[in-house]
């Protein structure tokens, strides 16, 4: 997708004329998605929207056991996840959801709930907590922004990337973002965001072509 296109599609969203698309725990993924008929899992919200959908998630705990959670957005598409609040929505991972992705010039599998990764790929995530539930995964983190993919996570809480109790062991972090490289540009933003109960490192962001923001944070873990 084109600069100009994006910037458009983002201007729909912000502008609050998107498209609108609801979850709730009382839903089923056969529903149309409407707030009157809203759907059941957030990963089949983030499968089925179009690019430029607002997909708002009510209050409740998002994947438990029979209906498990496990995010991708991908090959540019431009996605805002909205939750009712930090503490009330709630989005758990699952330990069969991962990826691999670009790492220090070489690929590493990852576990997460959110794994947003290519090229002119957008997301917003606001207003939750994103739990990453204390899984034993070797490389876990809540959020995975990647290979030249932008976005903003605002005013959510990011918690549980670490053993239970943490134990400082490398590769479990709070959360993630990887540049691409200098032609293809990136720009990720976390503000406003309490990060805690990470193993190792709080919010980690590398690569070239990465521009990355935090602000206005709360970092707390066993490690740094």
Known sequence: MHTASILFVLSLVTSGLAAQKF?????????????????????????????????????GTYGTTGFLEGIEVKSGKILTFKGAGRGKTIIKANSGFSKTIPYFGTTRR???????????????????????DHLSASRLTTIIYSDGASGTVD???????????????????????????????????????????????????????LNGIVEHCTIRGAGM
């Open 110 to 132: 990852w576990t997460a709930v959110f794994i947003i990764h290519g090229k002119d790929t957008v997301v917003r995530v606001l207003d939750m907590t994103v739990d990453a």
């Open 155 to 209: 005013s959510c809480e990011l918690a549980n990337a670490g053993a239970a109790p943490l134990n400082g062991v490398s590769g479990q972090l709070g959360f993630m973002a990887v540049g691409k490289d200098s032609s293809n540009p990136s720009t990720v933003k976390l503000t406003h965001c309490e990060v805690r109960g990470f193993n190792k490192i709080g919010v980690m962001m590398f690569g070239n072509g």
């Open 23 to 59: 979850v709730s725990t009382t839903g089923n993924n056969s529903n149309s998605g409407s707030q009157t008929s809203p759907w059941r899992t957030v990963t089949f919200a983030a499968a089925t929207a179009t690019s430029g959908t607002v997909i708002n998630i009510a209050a």
